[in-house]
């Protein structure tokens, strides 16, 4: 028994040794590659360089999707970029812009902040995709984030054995097809485009939206501590680098709005701006909020109510510029 | 528990060292693997525990009784009781609902109103397995084969040895039982080559079945996403045919593979379950080498007391179909499993009229590198004979099995999509089958014959770990196949 245990320590500590150079070598390709092949915003952010933006707008879908920054730009004759990520919970939005502020530059930060943003852990399917920045682990801001979203286990396996993260997500980083396969570049073409932003082309508004939870009737609703968290440390890295901070709530479609309390719920997020001394506009009961033809979805404006809530929006960016 | 589950990596180092730490205590070892197969099955759902309980007590009684008395009208008596309850458990759980099903078809195709609907039952995993074996033990005390076992922890430990309790290898009661009544001395060699054979079968399972599975999936359709056949080139369903034979090999001999590895880690030695069976010449050797514990099993306690090959053409036609057929339907409550036995059946009587069927006895098909020309042809003829035959296994209906079939031979035989043809993948399967060819005569590749220095092998096991450890998926589970069953 004594020579197995030996026999399997040493196998298993060879096994670790390997297992950690073999992460270091992919650390070292994939950082080179800049996340080119992960279908992430990161892999576009992360490449930019030398840009400096009258405005960014950060957030999740309700940003990505809906805020269009060729409109902006033409409206109020400024210059943005969209880097808001489907699904992105503050945790990593907050890596996102951090990122992105190391090399670039940016007046204001637009923020979306709304229910969904702050309670990401139940609104999203996977509101930290940690395999975005899998290369970028070992940076300090990166690996701090990590340290603090992710399990304890799950950490300190990325931590003390390099490859485990790139095993984990052998789907997202599958090396055979990354030597043969360059697609995912083609799409992030698109989004230079559109300075990031996707518009949704359809008009499918799922019909009726019921909740069960009582939270989210009364609007009594307890946000999630990590997104406050990460609120907050993007709130002080505006601060850290000069940037205003303008957030907001995009519109919701009506039936969404009244089958939540939304006016509770919204007049939370008030009393959060107040304390945390943030700029706040609700636009999720604007008239568009009436209009179908206006929605992908409950929650999201199409392409068309997009253009016209961006143009709205750039009002407010603009007026927000000139008063700085 | 499945073995390719984090929960398991966690479970089996600590039964092993519980169950080292209890040297020369025999019946605490039996204890602690009766608890820890327990905590296995329970993983999935506790709830079914009490079946493997009830089989358990169920045949220790009955066991003991039939052994105990002279009389044989009560040997009968109890051996009948034996196999009613145990089929009566199989009968309820896993066909039920599919006598309901036929019932209501059959009395409304006569215009006739059926009052009746289906239980929706839950089949407990691997309920074909465990009866199976506890059968075998009552049957082999019956035939005095055996003394009917004292020790009801013992018993119960071989009832539900968790490394083969779901998916196999079934074990017999004659081989598997005196293993537990024998004191155990830990064997370094043994442990090792335990290790070496499970790292074989997660390698079928995860790097070979698994990755077979995806393209399985998209030409044979799932329930969600179902597949109009008619769409897709002959060439592909042809390629999904082959790519599931792959699969399901993969996926089960890798389960039986680890399964005795396992068993290996605690001193058990259990049957070999698979012995190459896509080398076979003919489909009798095929049977012969093809999940080896289930069709000796059938061969043991249902061919031969039916007669055999002996008698007269219309009784050995007979018993082939029998077995054949209840082999089929022993896999699961559906016409494709039947259609799939009775396929089988149809191309093996041939031989068994002609005398052929046990032409190809010798375990080794050839000492030379490669076979020869009219080996090989013998060898792709039974394989392609058998991936026809798949299709009715993994088809959800009869019908679906028929258009697959008759889709395949519309005769459009130029690959459209390359995507079914993934390089990875090809070159993945060229590699298993040049590997297990390579090592025909052996159980495992990693049964190093010639002297190979320590470094070239670790390298082997690191080089097929990492593979392993990069084309497993974390975040969803993989059942195998077999469960089901």
Redesign the interface.
């Known amino acids: ?1 004594k ?2 245990l030996q ?1 399997i320590s040493i ?1 298993a500590g ?2 670790i040794l ?2 950690n150079g ?1 992460g270091y070598v992919l650390d070292q390709y994939y950082g080179k590659l800049n996340n080119q092949f992960v279908d992430h915003k990161a892999n576009w952010i992360f490449k930019k360089n030398g840009e400096n933006l009258d405005y960014a707008v950060l957030g999740a879908s309700r940003a990505y999707n809906v805020i269009d920054i060729n409109t902006i730009d033409l409206t109020a004759g400024l210059t943005g970029l969209n880097l808001g990520e489907r699904g992105a919970g503050y945790a990593e939005c907050y890596i996102l812009l951090e990122h992105f502020l190391r090399k670039n530059s940016t007046k204001l930060l637009v923020l979306s902040l709304d229910y969904p943003s702050l309670k990401s852990v139940e609104s999203y399917s996977y509101p930290f995709k940690e395999y975005a920045f899998l290369p970028q682990f070992e940076e300090d801001s990166i690996e701090f984030v990590f340290q603090d979203v992710l399990p304890p286990h799950k950490f300190w396996m990325y931590k003390f054995v390099k ?1 485990s993260k ?3 997500f ?2 997202k980083y599958p ?3 990354n030597l ?1 396969h360059f697609g995912i570049e083609q799409e992030y073409q698109k989004i230079e485009q559109s300075k990031g932003s996707k518009l949704v082309n359809k008009n499918q508004r799922v019909e009726g939206f019921n909740t069960q939870d009582m939270e989210e009737i009364t609007g009594k609703v307890q946000f999630n501590k990590l997104d406050l968290r990460y609120l907050r440390k993007i709130i002080q890295l505006c601060k850290s680098n000069d940037i205003e901070l303008l957030c907001y709530s995009a519109p919701l479609y009506k039936d969404l709005y009244f089958a939540r309390g939304y006016e509770n719920i919204n007049n939370q997020i008030d009393s959060l701006a107040a304390s945390w001394d943030f700029e706040w506009n609700d636009y999720s009961f604007i008239p568009l909020s009436q209009q179908e033809e206006y929605f992908a979805d409950n929650s999201h404006l199409n392409q068309a109510g997009a253009k016209i809530f961006s143009k709205q929006l750039a009002r407010t960016i603009s007026e927000k510029l000139k008063a700085n | 528990m499945l073995f390719n589950s984090a929960p398991f990596f966690v479970f089996l180092p600590i039964v092993f060292a519980l169950f ?1 730490a209890l040297k020369n205590q025999l019946k605490w070892q039996n204890l602690l693997i009766l608890i820890a197969s327990y905590v296995f099955y329970g993983w999935w759902d506790w709830r079914f525990l009490i079946l493997i309980v009830i089989s358990t007590i169920n045949d220790y009684f009955l066991g003991n009784a039939i052994h105990k008395t002279e009389n044989q009208k009560k040997r009968k008596l109890y051996l009948i009781l034996s196999i009613i309850s145990n089929l009566g458990i199989l009968g309820w759980f896993k066909y039920c609902d599919f006598f309901i099903e036929n019932a209501i078809q059959l009395i409304e195709s006569i215009g006739l109103q059926a009052n009746i609907s289906t239980l929706e039952i839950a089949i407990p995993v691997g309920i074909s397995f465990y009866t199976f074996q506890t059968m075998s033990y009552t049957i082999d005390i019956y035939r005095k084969k055996m003394n009917a076992e004292k020790d009801v922890i013992a018993f119960g430990a071989f009832v539900a040895f968790f490394p083969q309790l779901v998916a196999g290898p079934i074990e017999r009661a004659t081989n598997l039982l005196p293993q537990f009544n024998k004191k155990k001395s ?1 064997d ?1 060699a043994i ?2 080559d335990g290790l070496k054979q499970a790292l074989w079968g997660f390698f079928k399972k995860i790097v070979i079945a698994d990755h077979c599975a995806i393209y399985v999936d998209k030409i044979f359709g799932t329930p969600d996403f179902p597949v109009e056949y008619a769409e897709l080139p002959g060439s592909v369903l042809l390629m999904g045919s082959i790519y599931f034979a792959f699969q399901i090999y993969a996926d089960f001999s890798g389960y039986s593979d680890i399964a005795i590895g396992t068993a290996k880690l605690f001193g058990f030695n259990l049957m070999r379950n698979f012995n190459f069976p896509y080398f076979s010449r003919d489909i009798a050797e095929f049977w012969r080498r093809w999940h080896i514990s289930l069709s000796t099993w059938f061969r043991d306690y249902l061919y031969i007391p039916l007669g055999g090959s002996r008698g007269n053409k219309w009784k050995q036609f007979r018993n082939v179909m029998v077995i054949f057929v209840v082999s089929g339907f022993w896999h699961g409550a559906n016409w494709t499993f039947i259609a799939w036995g009775a396929l089988n059946a149809v191309y093996f009587l041939p031989l068994l009229f002609l005398n052929l069927n046990r032409k190809n006895l010798d375990n080794e098909i050839s000492n030379s590198l490669l076979p020869s020309l009219k080996v090989m042809l013998s060898i792709l003829i039974t394989f392609i004979l058998t991936c026809l035959a798949w299709v009715f296994f993994r088809s959800a209906s009869i019908g679906d099995a028929f258009v697959y079939l008759s889709e395949i031979f519309k005769l459009d035989f130029i690959p459209d999509n390359l995507y079914y043809l993934h ?2 993948l090809i070159s993945q399967l060229a590699f298993f089958i040049a590997l297990e060819w390579w090592n025909r005569n052996n159980t495992h590749p990693f049964e190093f014959k010639r002297k190979c220095h320590k470094s070239i092998r ?1 390298s082997i ?2 080089a097929f ?2 593979i392993i ?7 969803e589970s993989s059942d195998f196949i077999y469960f089901q069953f």
């Open positions: 028994m020579r197995f026999h196998f060879i096994g390997l297992l073999i490859a790139y095993m984990e052998n789907s090396f055979y097809d043969i | 080292w830990f370094f442990a090792i390089p990875l670790w096991y690191y770990i990492i450890l990069f084309s497993a998926n974390y975040h």
